[in-house]
Structure formats: C-alpha cells, structure tokens
C-alpha cells in the first residue's frame, strides 16, 4: 500500500467509448503526475500538476485530457483513443513538485488500458 | 537531454546468486539518482535512491554506489530471492533544469528461479 490509489485496475473501452481513469492521493501531498508505461519503452511522464495546476504537458494528444480538482484527486479522461494507446497508466504524487533530495515520488499500481 | 540506460533483460538467475543490474546515465546537471522496482501486476516502489557522489542508496539487501566518475548507478544484491523477480528501473532527476521529472530507463526484468 503505497498511499496512491489508482480505479480501475483494468480497463477495456473501444474507440469510441469515453472512460477516465481515477487517482486518489492519501499522502497529503501537493503534486500528481500521469505516467504511461508501455511493452518494451521507457516510462513516459504525460502529465504534472502541481497544487492543482497543471504545470508540464508533455506533448500529450488531446485524446487524453487530465483533470485535478484539489490535490488529493487526479483523473485522465480518455476518449476516442487508439489500439496503440493500450499500456499501463500509473499515477504518482509527490509532497511537491520535483523527484530530487529525498522528495521521493510514489506510484499508484496502475490501471491496465486496453483499446479494442 | 537527459538520458538512462539500463543492462538488457531479461535476467535469469537461480536462488542466492549475485545480482548486477548495469545503470549508466547522461544527464545536464547534477542528477538524484534512483532505483526503482515493479512487482507483478503492480506499480513501481521506490528501492532505493543516492542524491550525491559516492552516496550508497541501500534497501531490502540492494545497494547502489552514486559513481560520478563513471555516470553510473549499478544495482547489486549479494544473494537474491524467488520473492525479487521483478521489473527494476534506474531513474534520474536533475534539481536545477527538469524537476519535475524523473527520467527513467527501459527497465531490467530479473526472473529468481528456486
């Protein structure tokens, strides 16, 4: 138990569908971050949000659409998606923003994405 | 741009053998440096993790030496366990430029045979 919950664990949505996924922070932490894992890739950060403002968006397409309202909570709203944007989206928060000098990031387990 | 690279997995080993995992990093400041590992069907955990040179991040039995002479970040355990088959990742955050971001490897899949 990590104090990073991530809902749902599995999910599977067509092309069409419109799902989010749901993170909740018990850490009492100031930033949350969406990270997508993928098969034989390194991990890549998608989004940051520091006291619910989003401050990176790494170049993200806007089938993913991020939304924080208040720093405990953190979803990822998906919608239109495509096969390859199947993977691992784990989320993770941090006291604040930034993973240096002892400020150590934690993840959630992740909810498994499968686009059908 | 920052970069890590991990030794290729997968690794397979038997019960109580020694572990190396090779982590060797490029980075544009002077970097925090971390290890961390994935359980089957799970999220990553922090292992372990340095913030300086020679700092020596241990955990659970795994240790890592910060090596700035030689960008490296090398994960070692001295007998390793069924219960340590995992993904492990190397990762690297830089204070002054990218903060927010941790900078991870593609990871190293460690399989512990009895």
């Known amino acids: 138990e990590t104090g990073v919950t991530q809902t749902p664990r599995h999910l599977v949505m067509g092309m069409t569908n419109k799902k989010s996924l749901k993170c909740e922070q018990h850490?009492?932490?100031?930033?949350m971050y969406w990270y997508k894992q993928s098969a034989k890739k390194p991990l890549e950060l998608m989004f940051v949000?520091?006291?619910?403002?989003?401050?990176e968006n790494n170049s993200v397409p806007s089938r993913f659409s991020p939304e924080c309202p208040n720093s405990s909570h953190l979803f990822l709203h998906l919608h239109t998606l495509q096969p390859e944007d199947s993977a691992l989206y784990l989320c993770?928060?941090?006291?604040?923003?930034?993973?240096?000098?002892?400020?150590?990031?934690?993840f959630g387990e992740g909810s498994w994405l499968t686009v059908v | 741009g920052d970069s890590v690279t991990q030794m290729e997995g997968p690794v397979t080993l038997s019960e109580e053998a020694f572990l190396t995992i090779n982590c060797t990093y490029t980075?544009?400041?002077?970097?925090?440096l971390f290890w961390y590992v994935q359980y089957p069907g799970e999220g990553l955990q922090l292992l372990l993790k340095?913030?300086?040179?020679?700092d020596k991040g241990s955990n659970k039995g795994f240790e890592a030496t910060y090596r700035k002479e030689t960008t490296s970040f090398h994960l070692e355990k001295g007998s390793v366990q069924v219960s340590d088959s995992a993904v492990y990742f190397c990762?690297?955050?830089?204070?002054?430029?990218?903060?927010?971001?941790?900078?991870f490897g593609e990871g190293t899949q460690l399989t512990v045979n009895p």
């Open positions: 993770a928060s941090s006291q604040t923003r930034g993973a240096s000098m002892g400020n150590t990031i934690y």
């Open positions: 850490l009492g932490h100031n930033a």
């Open positions: 949000y520091s006291l619910e403002e989003r401050v």
């Open positions: 980075a544009t400041g002077y970097p925090s």
């Open positions: 340095a913030t300086k040179a020679d």
């Open positions: 990762a690297l955050s830089v204070r002054e430029t990218s903060g927010s971001r941790l900078t």
